[in-house]
C-alpha cells in the first residue's frame, strides 16, 4: 500500500481517505502579542522620524522665513497690481482717459463705446458704484470720443 498526499492507495484501486488534521490558523498568544510589539516599535519609529524631521524644517525655516520676507518688503507694491496707482490729473489728458478706460490712446469709437459701457455696468452709481467715478469714467469717454475717428 503506497501513501501519496493523505491518501492511501490499495491494491484495487480503491481510494480511502486517510485521517485528515486540517492545519491550525490559531495562533498562540505569545506569537500575536509578538507580532503587535512589533508594529508599535514600527509605528513609534515613524512618529519620532516625522517628528525631528519637523523639527529640522521649522530650525531650517525660520532664517529663510526672514530672508523672504525681507525680500518682498523691499520690493515695490505697485509691481504686483494690475490697476493705475494715483490720483487724477487735474485735467484729463488722452492718457489717462485711456487708462481710466484700460483701451489704446488710439482705439476706434466703438471700442471706446465698449469700454465705457463695460466699466460703467460695474461702476454705476445706481448699482452702488461712485458718482466721482463714473463722472470721470464719462469724461474720458467724451474726452476719447472727441479725439478718435471712426
Known amino acids: 500500500m503506497a501513501s501519496t498526499g493523505g491518501m492511501t492507495v490499495d491494491g484495487g484501486d480503491l481510494l480511502r481517505y486517510a485521517e485528515y488534521a486540517p492545519k491550525t490558523t490559531v495562533r498562540s498568544d505569545a506569537d500575536i502579542d509578538r507580532r503587535l510589539g512589533g508594529t508599535l516599535i514600527a509605528v513609534g519609529l515613524g512618529v519620532a522620524a516625522a517628528g525631528f524631521a519637523g523639527r529640522y524644517a521649522f530650525q531650517l525655516w525660520k532664517p529663510l522665513g526672514q530672508v523672504f ?8 507694491s505697485s509691481a504686483f497690481s494690475s490697476y ?3 490720483g487724477f490729473e487735474q485735467k484729463m489728458s488722452k492718457r489717462e482717459a485711456s487708462l481710466i478706460l484700460g483701451i489704446s490712446p488710439a482705439s476706434t469709437k466703438a471700442k471706446v463705446r465698449e469700454a465705457h459701457r463695460r466699466i460703467m455696468v460695474l461702476n ?3 448699482k452702488g458704484g461712485s458718482p466721482y467715478l463714473a463722472a470721470k ?3 474720458a ?3 476719447m470720443d472727441k479725439d478718435t475717428r471712426r
Open 84 to 86: 493705475y496707482k494715483g
Open 137 to 139: 469714467i464719462n469724461e
Open 69 to 76: 520676507s525681507e525680500t518682498v518688503r523691499k520690493m515695490p
Open 124 to 126: 454705476h452709481p445706481d
Open 141 to 143: 469717454k467724451d474726452l
